[in-house]
């Protein structure tokens, strides 16, 4: 429900700018380099969803399943790539290249901490209204 609810305020990238995420990419994973086959890569959040990241276009790049599911999850994508590289000159490139996304896909801010309020505040009601329509039903 949380998840529906915030889409209405910040929805998903439309189908064209997944496919310029992926170009941009070189349908390639943009912490590891590893080439992604057509429909088996991610749109992950650089800043997570969890931490107010948008599910703008800008703060999405496209990544392998096992770099999005299984390793970065909700770090910072900066801190991840350094994990992946340490210092290494490809740190540097791979960085660069999600910084010139991030500036050629026209940066948004986070969702504000009101807006995020707002999201969670809007779902506990819609919850204790379905719980009340539930129980209405059984005749609890």
């Given at each position: 429900?949380?998840?529906?609810l ?26 590891c ?16 969803a ?27 994508w ?10 290494s ?5 791979r ?10 896909a ?14 969670e ?20």
């Amino acid at each position: 429900m949380r998840r529906g609810l915030r889409f209405l305020v910040d929805p998903e990238p439309a189908v064209e700018e997944r496919q310029r995420a992926i170009a941009f990419f070189g349908h390639c994973c943009a912490y590891c380099g590893t080439p992604i086959g057509h429909g088996k890569g991610d749109l992950d959040h650089l800043v997570p969803a969890a931490k107010g990241g948008r599910n703008h276009i800008s703060n999405r790049v496209f990544s392998c399943k096992p770099c999005n599911a299984e390793e970065k999850r909700d770090k910072d994508w900066e801190e991840f790539l350094l994990e992946k590289c340490g210092g290494s000159p490809t740190f540097e490139l791979r960085s660069g290249k999600i910084l010139e996304w991030i500036e050629s896909a026209g940066a948004v801010p986070p969702l504000s901490e009101d807006m995020l309020h707002l999201i969670e505040e809007q779902c506990r009601e819609a919850t204790a209204a379905y719980d009340k329509a539930c129980r209405k039903v059984r005749g609890i």
